[in-house]
């Protein structure tokens, strides 16, 4: 989920919600899936905004793709990518290192706790990570707090209701269900996307422009990246357990989950796509 860096952060930083659980894990299928995502696929609303020598902190930042993304647009600018998974971050700083970026950094931390000054960046960025968050709001006021007057916070997240599929599979309105359900119990909201433009402005940001953007998976390739990956993350990841312990699924229901993405993934008319809301919100 989130991250943070070595520098002393506000005495007025909130302390981190309680009963909160990453609903996606960091199973190997999940960082797959997680490594195909780049500025121009997951972040294009914000590339208006960036320009070289810019600060950027990207928070949650996964294995990185997006983070060293950035760092390469905005260089000589530093970026921070923040995550709080130590491997998750050693992966990402691997991933730097391989690519030749030497304007980024990885650190280890949380986003209820920023370990930054205030306003220390030009943009603070964060992808798919509101909607894993009891209080988001709280996380958003810390963005806020280290960005510098005149930068921006960024967010992006889903909106899983508002995904659509064919063919309509039994078993995939099944792993919606059970998703849903998953991602309540662990305090998060798996439709966070739709609520960003309010979410900010509940955390002081009034200057908000809110649009929207889509995934869509259709070809080949697509279909055993996106169905495959879930395939395997129903009965392997941590959703599994998360999704028996809570209550929403037994095995037998998550197998037939698994199976359906399998079918799914071999049906050449197969067509599935995830609305995103986002926000860019001035300091």
């Known amino acids: 989920m989130t991250a943070a860096s070595s520098t002393p952060a506000s005495p007025a930083t909130p302390a981190k919600p309680v009963a909160e659980r990453y609903t996606h894990g960091h199973h190997a299928s999940v ?109 958003l006021r810390e963005m806020r707090r280290v960005a510098r007057p005149g930068g921006i916070v960024a967010a992006r997240d889903v909106v899983y209701l508002g995904a659509s599929w064919f063919p309509l599979l039994p078993g995939l309105d099944d792993w919606m269900r059970i998703y849903q359900d998953v991602a309540r119990a662990n305090g998060g909201d798996p439709n966070a996307g739709r609520t960003l433009k309010a979410l900010a402005r509940r955390a002081g940001l009034s200057d908000v422009e809110s649009t929207a953007s889509i995934w869509c998976f259709s070809g080949r390739a697509d279909r055993e990246w996106w169905g495959g990956a879930w395939a395997e993350r129903a009965v392997a990841s941590s959703f599994a357990p998360q999704s028996i312990e809570s209550g929403a699924a037994t095995m037998e229901e998550l197998q037939a989950v698994s199976a359906a993405w399998t079918a799914w993934v071999a049906d050449d008319d197969a067509w599935f796509s995830m609305p995103h809301g986002e926000i860019i919100a001035r300091v």
């Open 31 to 139: 960082l797959r899936t997680h490594s195909w995502r780049t500025v121009e696929n997951s972040a294009a609303y914000l590339v208006p905004h960036l320009a070289s020598g810019l600060d950027v902190l990207d928070v949650g930042s996964g294995p990185g793709t997006i983070t060293v993304d950035l760092a390469r647009r905005v260089g000589p600018g530093r970026v921070v990518g923040l995550d709080s998974v130590p491997d998750v971050v050693a992966t990402a700083s691997e991933l730097a290192s391989a690519e030749g970026v030497s304007n980024v950094e990885f650190v280890t931390g949380d986003a209820y706790a920023l370990d930054f000054p205030d306003d220390s960046f030009d943009v603070v960025h964060a992808h798919q990570v509101l909607q894993h968050l009891a209080d988001p709001v709280a996380a």
